[in-house]
């Protein structure tokens, strides 16, 4: 084991531990209080490792493998102990894995549990990142005092219910993840990894998407079933949203999250929370995506750095509330709120001959205003998801030349800038927008292209409208930024009716999604003239 040791202190990034001589006693029993145990693991020093601070993680993947060697390992060798739980029906753990389910009656029953053992000290700090960080949310508001600090990564107290939006559904996460819970207990299933990735890609073209579950693992899920047939209002979700507690944490939370993250605007919501409620809170968000080891170093870094010192007693070093990486800049800043003060909104306005203004689209409201742009959207062809906030593949920042070059994506550029526009906040698009049929979908991206032409991603969103075949107003919420455009390049915006499979493609029929068979192409108009003023709505700070 000092070889992983050695290999994750190099790949982390991380100073030399105190120890690496750990102790690990397995399968540690903690009863809920129906009755169900659950398992766990706990790491240590083999000597003096009673008494120290707790890092509890509480973890759907299992207790070996990366959260074991890349999480547990690491901060027991550096002033932790560590408890690495299994969750209700996950590993060797009793009862039944229901997502999300039961995560607030067993993380306080094992949190009352952990106190009254002989090898607890004084003071516990959750942390984890993803479906690891929410759990720390679905207790956070009555949380015991031993409870120090919580650092929750990459998530929000809502987790899933983002991705399920009646006006836009988010099918590639969901999914994928409902995939990779149904097999990941099967033998042999790291090793068939790249092959189930494929498999899966290939069953979210399936007709009805009811049937996807069973191309992708063979067999129903009902999590899958659940989340293609009940949208975020669904009474089927009740009892997993913890957005309400937040505001009721009274420890201090640090919050690190990614601008390409896929619970990032969630994530935002909730620091917000803190910050309204006057709670001790800071965020680190950098250009990260959900699954990278950048993600997984940062917040290793910031359990070690903020937690263990709340743990010990004292407190971490002083620092700005908002720690963000400005894109574009390259280059972290320091803010003392999210949104951070000094950005106004800004329209940038869609043009003929596909030009992006601050001035106002050109014409007067009469029949001679320019005409709409328009392309055609096959759904059974559909506009391709690249980059982005994704979950584990072909994410982040990446070249949309290939994209762009579709005959299904509008885009519009300003010219060469003559000075930086730094974007910081929440970002938004008013799209009008007509279809030929009543059911459609609106995609916007903000892109930055550099003086060779490079398009790359900076943000984006998507909404699902009805009533599509009248001329609509599209409100569009993208993802938050921290991005620079500097002198000489220039602002893009990209319009198109899908990114699939990270949205549900639109059938334009008007069935849902489960039962859907027929696909039925249409034609897309955008507007851009007086009376139709498209714009992307930016935070921006002229800077020098």
């Known amino acids: 084991m000092n070889l992983t040791s050695h290999l994750v202190q190099r790949m982390m990034r991380l100073d030399p531990p105190s120890t690496r001589d750990l102790a690990a006693d397995r399968d540690l029993r903690v009863p809920m209080p129906d009755g169900t145990v659950l398992l766990a693991d706990r790491y240590a020093p083999r000597e003096g490792g009673q008494g120290l601070p707790l890092a509890l993680i509480r973890c759907p993947y299992g207790r070996r493998g990366p959260f074991a060697a890349g999480l547990a390992r690491p901060l027991a060798e550096r002033g932790f102990q560590v408890l690495l739980q299994s969750v209700r029906g996950t590993f060797g753990s009793g009862g039944t894995f229901d997502p999300m389910r039961r995560d607030r009656e067993d993380g306080l029953a094992t949190l009352e549990w952990v106190v009254k053992q002989p090898w607890f000290g004084d003071s516990i700090v959750l942390c984890g990142l993803s479906y690891l960080g929410y759990v720390q949310w679905a207790v956070a508001d009555s949380l015991p005092p031993a409870v120090k600090a919580i650092v929750p990564q990459v998530t929000d107290a809502a987790l899933s219910l983002e991705f399920l939006r009646s006006d836009g559904l988010s099918l590639e996460t969901p ?148 720690r963000l990486f400005v894109m574009g800049e390259e280059a972290w800043r320091d803010f003392p709120s999210w949104p951070p003060p000094g950005y106004a909104p800004r ?44 979950m584990v593949r072909d994410t982040g920042r990446v070249d949309n030349g290939t994209l762009e070059a579709r005959p299904d994506v509008l885009t519009f550029t300003t010219g060469p800038l003559e ?71 220039r602002i893009r915006v990209q319009v198109s009716s899908g990114a699939f499979p990270r949205y549900a493609r639109n059938p ?8 859907a068979t027929r696909l039925l192409a249409a034609d897309q108009e955008v507007y851009h003239d007086p009376a139709h003023p498209s714009a992307i709505v930016l935070p921006v700070r002229q800077a020098p």
Do not use: M
């Not at 290939?202 to 047939?229: C, E, F, K, M, N």
């Not at 900076?458 to 409208?465: A, E, I, K």
């Open 419 to 489: 000075a930086s526009v730094e974007v910081i906040g929440e970002v938004s698009a008013e799209i009008w927008f007509r279809s030929t049929l009543p059911y459609a979908d609106v995609f916007v991206r903000l892109c930055d292209v550099d003086p060779d032409g490079r398009s790359r991603n900076v943000c984006d969103g998507l909404v699902s409208l009805t009533g599509a075949d009248a001329v609509n107003r599209a409100v569009v919420r993208l993802w938050p930024t921290a991005h620079r455009f500097k002198p000489g390049h």
């Open 347 to 390: 329209r940038y306005h869609l043009q003929p001959d596909g030009a992006l203004s601050v001035e106002p689209p050109p014409g007067e409201s009469s029949p001679g205003d320019p005409a709409p742009d328009r392309y055609r959207y096959d759904p059974a062809d559909p506009t391709p998801a690249i980059g982005g906030a994704r």
């Open 175 to 322: 999914f994928v993840w409902g995939v990779l819970i149904a097999g990941q207990e099967r033998r042999g299933a790291f090793l068939r990894q790249g092959l189930q990735a494929r498999k899966t890609q290939r069953a979210l073209r399936t007709l009805p998407l009811g049937d996807a579950d069973v191309a992708a693992i063979g067999h129903r899920s009902a999590y899958i079933q659940d989340v293609l047939a009940c949208d975020a209002d669904n009474p089927r979700w009740a009892g997993i949203d913890h957005r309400g507690r937040v505001a009721g944490v009274t420890v201090p939370v640090s919050s690190v999250g990614g601008w390409y993250d896929i619970f990032l605007p969630g994530q935002l919501r909730d620091f917000t929370a803190l910050q309204e409620g006057g709670r001790p809170a800071r965020l680190t968000v950098g250009p990260w995506t959900h699954a990278s080891t950048d993600t997984f170093r940062a917040g290793l870094r910031e359990i070690l750095e903020f937690g263990l010192p709340w743990a010990g007693g004292g407190a971490p070093p002083s620092r700005a509330p908002v």
């Open 508 to 515: 334009g029929t008007g069935e849902p999604h489960p039962t």
